[in-house]
């Protein structure tokens, strides 16, 4: 049975998010703030009107993830002296996403596990950007942006069409051959990667983000960003092999070698990530 919400619906239901949610009239002056020259001063001011998301932040830059020797006790102080200024935006906005979309109407999403892959693609992604070829090499930070939204739209279409999703969920279960974006296009004739580069437009996100949401599964793009797209694919192939495995000689690598990343250097990346893993599924817990 197919579902009764179309394609051309669920396109208008996601352009219809110009603004987030009226009861967060706090977030949408923050996220402007996002998107302007601002100094590390000027943000935690912002970050500050929102009480929840400065508790938030100063609770990550405390976290075992970024294990400091000395306390963050202020939102300026997270900024300057640990998470520095994109990142801060990376993870602001990650904050407000979760909550402007809660998922709990639909029984087949599970917020832990969505957010655990976000975060660990994110760090992965920035891992791999930092020793990718000078002459292909993007922004770390952008990456791990990139990576912890690459699969937003997952969690909008959750929020939006729970009962599609839930059926997408329950067969993507039954099927794992399939992919969960083929089992969307099966049922819903549509995809999370559509959904979540329409909502990174509409919310004026860096191009880097909504082309990254949109292109990171076509290995054969190679428009702009595509660099990012390719480390936020193989980012997000490893973190989901690391979710569900225990034993890292079973992992397999996906070729980055077009961007200088030898294999040597890729299974450092993961051996490094795996023994701070505790500490990514601690900062995911903080977003679910």
Known sequence: MQSTVTPVDMAHGIRQLRELPPVHESHQRLMSVLNEDTDARELASAIETCPEIAARVVGLACSAYFAQRIPCRSVHDAIVRVLGFRLVNSLVIGIVMSGAFPSHRCPGFNSHTFWSSSVLSA???????????????????????CGLLHNIGVLVLSHLYPREMSRVFTEAAQHPECTLMETEARILQYDHTQGGATLAQRWQLPPAVYTVIARHRDADYRGEFWQSCMLVNAAAQIAAQMLTSDIEGELQFPDVTMLGIAAEDFAAVVQRTGKSLQGVLELAGMFA
Do not use: E, G, Q
């Open 123 to 145: 760090t992965v992604a920035r891992s791999l950007a930092r020793i990718t070829a000078p002459h292909h090499r993007p922004d770390a930070d952008d990456c791990f942006m």
